[in-house]
């Protein structure tokens, strides 16, 4: 049995004004052929499960792209038609496959496309034909769009927020493939749309509205007819008409079936609405929260300049706070200022320099501070996720300088990377547990695995691009109305 495999994953702010070409690929991932498979087996991702699952069921893998990025703005037009041109070649040099598996994301949005996943989908299945099945992978942050329900015959979406369950999807994604390869389930899929843009601050799956849908979303899962359910929180930052929260049901031939399961959950979506709507702390009464807490370490969330929602990763508020009020004992993890670490390598470790830090990339992170510290360590930036999300994966920051500004040192870093790992800090030379405040950029990935060592965490409500206050976007091309923005919004 031949299985094609490709990945294609990018989630797109459209609010940004740092554009996703080339080089952000290949800062993350660009891979080719048979490299996919030795690059991706064995890491808690999609592509890792996926081969696992391939390779234990005795399936032949056909390798084409595997291609990621940090998120940020609009996938260039030039990189955009390099993946897909190159992935359609290779799915067509393949010949006969009895299918294919993408890892997406749902919320990619090349330049002049909308809808990147369901272009690529509707592409795929214009080449291997109608009866050739195709499961996929979505990221919960997807915004569904209907050309990637009637595109595929299985979506599988992340269960969780973290996304601590990728591999598993990947399994699970390659084993219902399989099935309907071998004639033992007939997917009849159902989705919907409320009118619901849920902000990224309470989309966590751990508690609130997130969790009642997935326990709601399990409960319908025991019942051998349905094949799997997934509730995409969707991503509001991107500024398409899909956006949004979707709900999509996939049972085994009964379509009435999966009508009244997906009605039933958008109907609790809607009826929770409220629950998604999320406020941290400004950053003055954050910080000092912070101090006053007992033990260490306490984490101040810098939800609003997390890179991994598209922002720039150079926000500079919280960094403004700690220095007025001199705190000690803090890490700022991770800044993104690629000029920064060039002037920190010129003056060497244990050199004193001047320079100013961040709020470089737009005027939505705060202004450049000006600062006088020590070059306290230079790296290469690589290391490796231990988890629990994104386990085994290589993590590369580009050229990275720690400065020392009367003990908060500063993590600069030259490849955009959401704080999501204490391995970042450490593979720098610092124990996050030593100090008294970390500052990560990131909305709730760092909860997998900083929750476990934190004593507190405080959620600021700084400027950025991946902020959870909505009304601060100037949307133009979504749908409208919605909730929390249209406030009147009513339905069904």
């Known amino acids: 049995m031949r299985v094609f495999l490709a990945m294609l994953s990018h989630e797109t702010n459209t609010f940004s004004n740092v554009p996703t070409d080339r080089a952000q690929f290949e800062a993350r991932s660009l891979h080719y052929g048979d490299d996919i498979v030795e690059a991706f087996r064995g890491t808690g991702t999609c592509l890792g499960g996926m081969i696992e699952a391939a390779e234990r069921c005795g399936v032949r893998l056909v390798p084409s792209v595997a291609a990621a990025a940090s998120p940020a703005g609009r996938v260039t037009s030039e990189i955009y038609a390099h993946v897909k041109e190159r992935l359609l070649a290779d799915l067509r040099a393949a010949g006969a496959v009895d299918g294919v598996l993408l890892d997406l994301h749902g919320a990619m949005v090349p330049e002049g496309v909308d809808d990147g996943e369901g272009d690529i989908i509707e592409a795929v299945r214009a080449v291997v034909g109608p009866r050739v099945p195709i499961a ?62 849920p902000p990224l601050g309470n989309q966590g799956t751990a508690r609130g509205p997130m969790r009642r849908l997935y326990d709601l979303a399990g409960e319908m899962e025991k019942d051998s007819r349905v094949i799997s359910i997934s509730v995409f929180a969707g991503f509001p930052h991107a500024d398409i008409p899909d ?19 997906a009605d039933r959950l958008a109907r609790v979506a809607w009826e929770h609405r409220h629950e998604f709507i999320h406020r941290g702390l400004p950053v003055p ?9 007992e033990g260490r370490p306490v984490v101040l969330a810098d939800m ?27 890490v700022v993890a991770c800044l993104w200022d690629p000029a920064a670490v060039r002037e920190c390598a010129r003056a060497g470790v244990g050199q004193s320099v001047t320079l100013d830090v961040g709020g470089k990339v737009d005027d939505r992170h705060g202004a450049p501070l000006r600062v006088t510290g020590v070059v306290r360590t230079l ?66 990935h760092y909860r997998a695995a900083f929750e476990p060592i934190a004593r507190e965490i405080v959620e600021v409500d700084a400027p950025g691009l991946s902020s959870s206050n909505l009304e601060r976007f100037d949307f133009k091309r979504l749908r409208r109305p919605i909730f929390p923005l249209d406030p009147e919004t009513s339905y069904p």
């Open 136 to 197: 996929v992978t979505l990221d919960l942050h997807g915004n569904l769009s209907e050309a990637m329900v009637t595109g595929a015959d299985l979506l599988h979406g992340y269960k969780t927020y973290p996304h601590v369950d990728m591999a598993e999807r990947g399994v699970e994604a390659t084993e219902r493939l399989l099935d309907e390869i071998a004639g033992r389930i007939r997917p009849m899929a159902a989705f919907r749309k409320p009118p619901l843009l």
């Open 285 to 293: 009464e954050a910080v000092r929260r912070a101090l006053g807490a």
């Open 243 to 261: 956006a949004g929260l979707g709900i999509y049901v996939v049972t085994d031939g009964d379509r009435a079936l999966a009508d009244r399961l």
């Open 379 to 444: 790296s290469d930036g690589r290391f490796v996720h231990k988890g629990p999300m994104a386990r085994g994966l290589p993590g590369r920051l580009g050229p990275t300088a720690v400065l020392d500004v009367n003990d908060v040192k500063i993590v600069l870093i030259s490849h955009r990377w959401q704080t999501l790992d204490p391995e970042m800090i450490r593979v720098v030379g610092l124990d996050p547990l030593e100090h008294k405040i970390l500052v990560v950029k990131s909305t709730i």
């Open 304 to 330: 609003a300049d997390n890179t991994g929602g598209g922002a720039a990763g150079d926000g500079t508020e919280i960094l403004r706070e700690l220095l007025r009020v001199r705190a000690r004992s803090a």
